[in-house]
């Protein structure tokens, strides 16, 4: 699927609405430059996931852990990251295996770590400062019951 925002609160929803439909152990692996709107949309996540905290970017703590929304929310940054053994080094499994859902910025950098599975959201720029395209595949992470 395909959309097209023009600020961070059209981001932010669009993130919330796939929030809602997410199952535990759902892995969503975003790319897309610095500025581009991925803690944006995490953000909104979050919220769709009933996460109440404030999310602020996990740069420098690599990882940030929300716990009070429907399912636990880890939101990595890894940005500063030297590859996927690093990841590892820091407990990717053990997160996996937490029954969450691991939102993970700058994702190509563990692109061999990532499983078939994942939700895939790529946010790029558009024609104006504001305009932002966001590409989201669908993994098998999405739940299928949406209808409550
Ligand atoms: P990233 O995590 O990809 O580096 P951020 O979410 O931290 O990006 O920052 C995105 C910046 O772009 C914010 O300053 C936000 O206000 C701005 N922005 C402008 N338009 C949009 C949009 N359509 N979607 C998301 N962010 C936007
Ligand atoms: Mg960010």
Not at 5 to 30: C, D, K, N, P, Q
Not at 55 to 62: C, D, G, R, Y
Not at 66 to 93: K, Q, T
Request: with cysteine; hydrophobic share 40%.
């Amino acid at each position: 699927m395909e959309y097209q925002t023009t600020s961070a609160e059209e981001t932010e929803h669009i993130g919330a609405a796939l929030g809602l439909r997410l199952r535990s152990g759902a892995v969503i692996a975003m790319t897309g430059d610095l500025g581009a709107g991925k803690t944006a949309f995490v953000r909104g996540l979050a919220r769709g996931l009933g996460v109440t905290a404030r999310v602020t970017s996990p740069t420098f703590a690599i990882v940030h852990e929300y716990e009070g929304g429907r399912l636990p929310l880890f939101h990595f940054d890894l940005y500063r990251l030297s590859g996927s053994d690093a990841l590892f080094d820091i407990g990717w499994e053990d997160y996996l295996a937490r029954g969450g859902v691991c939102a993970v910025e700058w994702s190509e950098i563990i692109a061999d770590a990532l499983e078939p599975g994942a939700i895939r959201v790529d946010i790029r720029r558009g024609g104006n400062p504001d305009t932002r395209i966001i590409t989201i595949t669908e993994g098998d992470s999405i739940c299928e019951d949406t209808g409550h």
